[in-house]
């Protein structure tokens, strides 16, 4: 093994049951069967809690409420129209002051598709996505440090006491969402300038590498993820700095820190999935310290791109009805 | 992105399709409700195909066929009992010639669970374990150099011409099957040691780097399949030499002709999911040359650990009938 694994990591059982709280939704939503599936164009989408259906059983014009589905209006016929009647409801909604989620309102939207490579059948504030159970994309950077006494370090940040969700608690280094416009590789530049002023010289050493796929719920809303993850690996005399006021502050962790940050209450939990991740690819939590090692690296890539295609036998018409009746 | 990123990386959709093709079960065997489930002390460890199950019949003291799952006779109590009765069955399939991958008999075991963390509950030869969809483990290294000029380079071998399995075919630097006895890192290094004489010096750079998980059928059999995966930096001057007869030849690639290698009918399908993952990680494979990125990097690690769990809804008793009946 290299030299770097620490040798007295804390009990490995405890990043399985990290995992299992980063799933919440996908290891136990769909047993429940409590949610609807949301239908745009003739295709699942999402996934709409009862709570929200009742709510938007009001919006007749734009919601045909069945028993198994929510379905998007039909007649309207593209992205555009879709995305403004989608906005007047949740602008409406959010002036009810309905769902503690919509007071996050970010005027930045996401794009709303089955698939990734999908093209997006209409657009949605951020801050509503979790209430239809659309997938997020979003992009993070992982800050480290060869250190030639301490090995491997990381660069964390904590969130400003201020934002809307997670304040406080203990990050990534760079993590943004991508919204409407703007591609992977952008979103990672732009992230990384306006969070931590990582500079185009330091920003060439960028590696992509891979992805991670969760679901998570929380009392505010469903959050299937799936977040493109970049290495970062950064000088020793190099120190992140915020330029957006989104970040409380900054700290350099070694390995073994790292692991016990990410196991306490004051990490993000959506965020631990990319830090576990890095540190499975960088030989910290391995076969040999970690028994459940292959459900471990399933749990960080659970099969969100087929989650709603497969989970309909059914296919439904785009009036909504199931083909099959 | 790093400076060692290919330009002219082929057509990325092929790996798309090259996942399909190493998931041939994962994405087709389901749906086609063709297989039984393996039962084994009243969970399930394996799925049998029709062919199996009639040959299985055959053997009512050791086998019940039921409509819906062939179950291992409950009266044997333990490990040993079980994979004696199993062992004296195969040898007669065997011996009659009935299926081809026996032909391939190993006397090297497997063992036999639903996940790789649970205690085993019997052991078969390794040669029979496609017959029942029982999970196979393995190690793979990733040899790989960091060279002046031509950037990352990979290690591959091409199989023995006289192997029973894809003869002459390319492959992983070094891989083989967790046996009997053998942990994850112990194996790593026989393999090591045994196909590419890596020595203990270089051994000590061998970096744990995650598993990637997929379940791939052929005329043979079911292949549910989970790799343990190390890279190994390798020094410029090393060129691996193989000890035991099972590799015609090494030779070190370009990244660019690694992926080109990889999508020729030449290179062992069941092994592309390592150099994919790898390549993934290495920041070759990008979201910016493969638009259906979030879904390979899915595909690369699907859930084997929870597919016999999570496909019964139905818990099956010891006398294997379903505990609803």
Known sequence: ???????????????????????????????????????????????????????????????????????????????????????????????????????????????????????????????????????????DINGYVNHPSKGLCIWLQQRSLTKQTWPGKWDNMVAGGLSVGNSVIKTAHKEGEEEASLTGDLLKNLKSAGTVSFFYESERGLFPDTEFVFDLELPLDFTPCNQDNEVEKFELLTANETVNRILTPDFKTTSCPVIVDFLIRHGIITPENEPRFPELVELLHVPLQSFYT?????????????DTL
């Not at 809690?49 to 007749?60: F, Q, T």
């Not at 497969?310 to 199931?322: C, F, Q, T, W």
């Open 310 to 322: 497969n989970r309909n036998d059914e296919k439904y018409s785009k009036n909504g009805l199931p």
């Open 1 to 139: 093994m290299n030299n770097n694994t620490p040798t007295n990591i804390p009990t490995m059982s405890k990043f399985l049951k990290l995992a299992h709280k980063f799933n919440s939704f996908y290891l136990n939503g769909p047993k429940r069967k409590e949610c609807c599936a949301f239908i745009v164009d003739g295709v699942q989408v999402g996934l709409v809690r009862a709570a929200v259906i009742s709510e938007l059983s009001r919006y007749p014009n734009v919601f045909i409420v069945n028993p198994n589905s929510v379905i998007l209006n039909p007649a309207f016929r593209d992205y555009e129209e879709r995305s403004a009647h989608i906005d007047s409801v949740l602008r409406d909604m959010k002036d009810k002051q309905l769902f503690v989620t919509l007071k996050g309102w970010r005027d930045e939207c996401y794009e709303v598709r089955t698939m990734f490579a999908d093209q997006p059948l209409l657009k949605m504030d951020r801050s509503a996505t979790c209430l239809f159970g659309i997938c997020n994309y979003g992009v």
